[in-house]
T-cell receptor, first 113, second 111 residues
């Protein structure tokens, strides 16, 4: 176990649905991240939260809405997604804001139908 | 800006033989470089990192990587492959705040 837990592990949603991805870290870190891993594309950093404040939005569409209620929890709220948003969404955390050097969860496999 | 290029999409080795996964980087300044491994249905795990200290970096599970500025390379090696090494490996450039991930190299290990 890496200390970063993501739920659900798999999610199928329609384009008009609203769903949320959850991430919890038990490592005492103060920075958390959302990454997107699509087939045949490099891993992309989506959002960075440091000390519960969003410090980076890497040009992500507004249909993805992150929330960080405390340093241990991170959510990704999804609404009106497109089929091309189907991907593995990975949560990660680190001590201090260092997205290159992080502990990753196992990911949520999202399929948009 | 920093970028990384993984030269092989797939590498196939026999168990017990050496592993070489190649990564070249481009950077206008001293880079920070990392290797991650991703086993099937798992998240990424940091194998090792280079941050301008020693040029030969030792990581977990017997892996190591050598930073060669003259060749702009940061290749990942292991003397003897094990079946459990079969996974996807990512070279990552961390010179700027937003990391740059390579496209990954799938390591296949034959018995």
């Amino acid at each position: 176990e890496t200390g970063v837990t993501q739920t659900p592990r798999h999610l199928v949603m329609g384009m008009t649905n609203k769903k949320s991805l959850k991430c919890e870290q038990h490592l005492g870190h103060n920075a958390m991240y959302w990454y997107k891993q699509s087939a045949k594309k490099p891993l992309e950093l989506m959002f960075v939260y440091s000390l519960e404040e969003r410090v980076e939005n890497n040009s992500v569409p507004s249909r993805f809405s992150p929330e960080c209620p405390n340093s241990s929890h991170l959510f990704l709220h999804l609404h009106t997604l497109q089929p091309e948003d189907s991907a593995l969404y990975l949560c990660a955390s680190s001590q201090d804001s260092r997205p290159s050097e992080a502990f990753f969860g196992q990911g949520t496999r999202l399929t948009v139908v | 800006a920093q970028s990384v290029t993984q030269l092989d999409s797939h590498v196939s080795v026999s168990e017990g033989t050496p592993v070489l996964l190649r990564c070249n980087y481009s950077s206008s300044y001293s880079p920070s470089l990392f290797w991650y491994v991703q086993h099937p249905n798992k998240g990424l795990q940091l194998l090792l990192k280079y941050t301008s200290a020693a040029t030969l970096v030792k990581g977990i599970n017997g892996f190591e990587a050598e930073f060669k500025k003259s060749e702009t390379s940061f290749h990942l090696t292991k003397p003897s492959a094990h079946m459990s090494d079969a996974a996807e490996y990512f070279c990552v450039g961390g010179g700027s705040y937003i990391p740059t991930f390579g496209r990954g190299t799938s390591l296949i290990v034959h018995p």
